[in-house]
């Protein structure tokens, strides 16, 4: 396991700081996301995890340093961001729901296409939509329209966008959120399958999702990064109890 | 899989090939209606009439690329109209005005000089090269700059026709260069061959009508192109695809390029079926004409735009020959009829007719239902907002 965490597909990032006004929204974060780990990154709200990850993925301008592949992100814009290998999902499931499964997963997998290509229909499905529709499971209901998707499966089907995008680092906001006890489990598998030499950065509230399926947790607190470390070492973390107040006991008991 | 499983894979595979290929089959039958059917039945006025309803046509299916798949509320059509038209209209002035010769009403308004850049549409093969190449050059730097800057809704709509108004404004100020108020009219001959032989008129004719269909052929293979979804899903969630790893400003840019090169060509073969065209025809108001056409046959599906610019032109001149000055009002309540009852516009009737089938397909269709024909339907009927970053804040 250690090995992996010293490949090159690594994100460094320094001073990050987004100003909204005047609110520093995250404010100084030096973090390094390394490869090969579900990394979770949990703090109350408002403490800045989502802005971090849209300063991350172009959606908001930061400033300071990320730099992935010797590119400073925060200099890119959103879809170059992408083209270099990271990739994400949103609060809120945003899948294309008019088009269908296999549709949304192709466009998905146009970024390893030329774009004079996409002047012509789909002939068969390419391999790297068929993997990730059975990865995901969703194979059956391919030709099915993604808006009759459960809530789980259309959180499935993002995962799966991004595995056909073939990105090397993933940001997941709160992808369990809203799903049933066992689509959380199989979400769970799913990205322990999945995440090989991948960086997968997942924000979640879930605090027992999170004990179970995180290698290495990042804890923010308006907008700084509080502690870091396994979930033992967070747990066992003063500031962190603090921040949980009311989850102090929860946070402790199942460590 | 059991058996049933088996059934109903079967019998959605079957749909999926009619939902790809049945358009071919409308668009033979249209093809039959207006390459064989009206030149065989219709007189000569009539026939030239439906020619002009044609080449309007060339520019709504255009506008239903942008618009209806691209969703882009493009309300100054009429300029990329206007350049093919004028382009035209400037080569066969220079036909009627002989080698050397220089257009009459340059005599009549101004001292008899030409400017030097009528002069390239001397030739026949400039001319055709300068219909397609013109509106791209033009189109291409204003959607770059619109685009990129993210100008959208109705912001972007607000712009496009500006440029309508402009264009018509610069045309009647310049009237020495470009015939001003009154347009470019009195041609005599087509690429060498006389306007007045009902025989050319017919051929014409049969042009225009053979662009209609290929044009229809372009866009099928368009929409059930990966770059077909693409647009559809940049029209219905742009911000979500930036993170797919597009920049939707070119995705919209080529739609938007295609549809004036689409207006351009529509409008080089409205002016010899016409006999004339000036700013009236290109103006504000004008696009707004066409683009009425395009929302009553339906925007965004494959013959809406054809029919409805079709049909428009159509009752255009019949309610205003048996109503010279109310036919306005009926093409108003058309719209507004149309546009309560059927915002996915007449097309839209379609797969509501066919979804009235008792048949099994109906059943197997269930869930996928329509899946193809909803597609296609913006997922808001008003495209001024188009999808705010809300779900993603």
Known sequence: ?255 | MTDAGIKVAGVTRQKRLLNTYGPLIGIAVLAFFLLVWAPGTMTAFRLGNLGKYCALALASMGIGLAWGRGGMLVLGQGVFFGLGAYAMAMHMKLEAAGPGGVPDFMTLYGNGTMPSWWEPFRSGPFTLFAIVALPAVVSFILGYAILKRRVKGAYFAILTQAMAVAFATLLIATIKQTGGFNGLNTFTTFFGHNLYDPKVGKNLYMIAAGLVILFMLILWQLYRSRYGELLVATRDAEERIRFLGYDPANIKLVAFVVAAIMASIGGAMFVPLAGIISPSNVDAPASIMLLAGVALGGRSSLFGPVLGAIAVGYSRSTLSEKFPTQWTYFLGALFIVIMLFLPGGVASLWPKVRSLWPSSTRRAAKGTASSVDRDHEPTRDVDLDQAEPAALA
């Open chain 1, 1 to 255: 396991m250690t090995a992996s965490f010293l490949g090159e597909d690594y994100l460094e990032i320094r001073n990050l700081t987004v100003d909204f006004d005047g609110f520093k929204a995250v404010d100084g974060v030096d973090l390094t996301l390394l490869q090969g780990r579900l990394h979770f990154l949990i703090g109350p709200n408002g403490a800045g995890k989502t802005t971090l990850v849209d300063a991350l993925t172009g959606l908001v301008r930061g400033s300071g340093e990320a730099v992935f592949r010797h590119h400073d992100l925060l200099a890119m814009k959103a879809h170059e961001i992408v083209r270099l290998g990271i990739g994400r999902t949103f609060q809120t499931a945003s899948v294309f729901e008019q088009l269908s499964v296999l549709q949304n997963l192709d466009i998905a997998a146009g970024v390893h296409r030329k774009a004079r290509r996409s002047i012509l229909a789909r002939g068969k499905v390419p391999e790297r939509v068929e993997q990730a529709l059975d990865t995901i499971g969703l194979t059956a209901l391919a030709h099915r329209p993604a808006g009759i998707l459960a809530h789980g499966q259309k959180q499935w089907l993002e995962v799966g966008m991004l595995l056909v995008q073939d990105a090397k680092m993933m940001f997941l906001d709160e992808t369990v959120a809203g799903m049933s006890t066992d689509e959380r489990d199989e979400t769970g598998e799913l990205l322990k399958r999945i995440v090989g030499d991948r960086t997968i950065v997942i924000i979640e509230h879930d605090m027992d999702f999170m004990r179970r399926y995180a290698d290495f947790v990042t804890v923010m607190h308006t907008g700084k990064v509080l502690a870091e470390g396994t979930v033992a070492e967070v747990q066992s973390d003063k500031r962190v109890q603090e921040v949980y107040l009311g989850t102090t006991a929860e946070v402790g008991t199942h460590g």
